[in-house]
């Protein structure tokens, strides 16, 4: 009931998003248990904007009562053959409290396009012909720029066959989780003298403790990762 529920809130905040203008969008919720990067209130989750001092890529962070959770985001196309750009993520969870939080895969959005995470397949395994034949659409880890690079983590995944997953954070450590998706749009990408990057907004929630921490992404933030 809560993800039938978690889903329709994230659609239905999904729909103030305006086609074409890249700028995340503000918006209010009555949903106390959500936190939206961007949308502070009094009292809830704060919002801010870190730089890798190594890179300068943008990470996204919400703060909440001695949680902190921060997200960063990457794309690339796994094979030529492919349609869609493959869209990674890696959120990182803080918990400097007294007790320990559950951490749960939410839902995810492209561009108003609610999607699912790939199968995935660890970067210590390698996928046989035969399975990449029965199962065209799964990943290895191992092939990623985004992941061998060390710009996402690999430590942990939710992925199609481990939605239902539960990770547990400790007091005073942390942990982190990533998760693949491929962008259903037959032309996602828009290109300048600058690149090429996806277009309209990417959005995802991630379920820590009690609350929905929700990310959203302008495609144009995000890094290539297999340029």
């Excluded at 103030?16 to 502070?40: H, N």
């Excluded at 277009?199 to 297999?226: A, E, M």
Aim: charged share 20%.
């Amino acid at each position: 009931m809560r993800r039938a529920c978690l889903l329709a809130f994230i659609t239905l905040t999904f729909t103030i998003y305006v086609p074409g203008q890249d700028d995340l969008v503000k918006f209010a919720t009555e949903a106390r248990s959500a936190f939206v990067w961007g949308s502070d209130a009094p009292a809830a989750a704060t919002s801010s904007t870190l730089r890798d001092p190594l890179t300068g890529v943008e990470i996204l962070k919400l703060t909440y009562a001695g949680i902190e959770v921060s997200s960063r985001m990457g794309f690339e196309k796994l094979r030529p053959e492919r349609v869609g750009e493959l869209i990674a993520y890696t959120t990182t969870i803080v918990n400097a409290t007294r007790a320990k939080v559950l951490v749960r895969y939410g839902a995810a959005s492209i561009d108003g396009h609610i999607v699912s995470p790939v199968s995935t397949v660890s970067a210590t395994k390698h996928l046989s012909s035969k399975r990449l034949k029965r199962e065209p659409n799964i990943v290895e880890i191992g092939k990623l720029y985004c992941f061998t690079s060390g710009f996402l983590s690999s430590e942990n995944f939710f992925s199609a066959d481990q939605l239902s997953l539960e990770l547990t954070v400790e007091p005073q450590t942390s942990l982190t989780v990533s998760t693949v998706i491929e962008d259903p749009r037959p032309y996602p990408l828009r290109c300048t003298v600058e690149g090429c990057n996806p277009i309209g907004t990417v959005r995802y929630s991630i379920r820590v403790g009690s609350h929905d921490y929700i990310f959203g992404w302008p495609g144009r933030k995000l890094v290539n990762c297999g340029r």
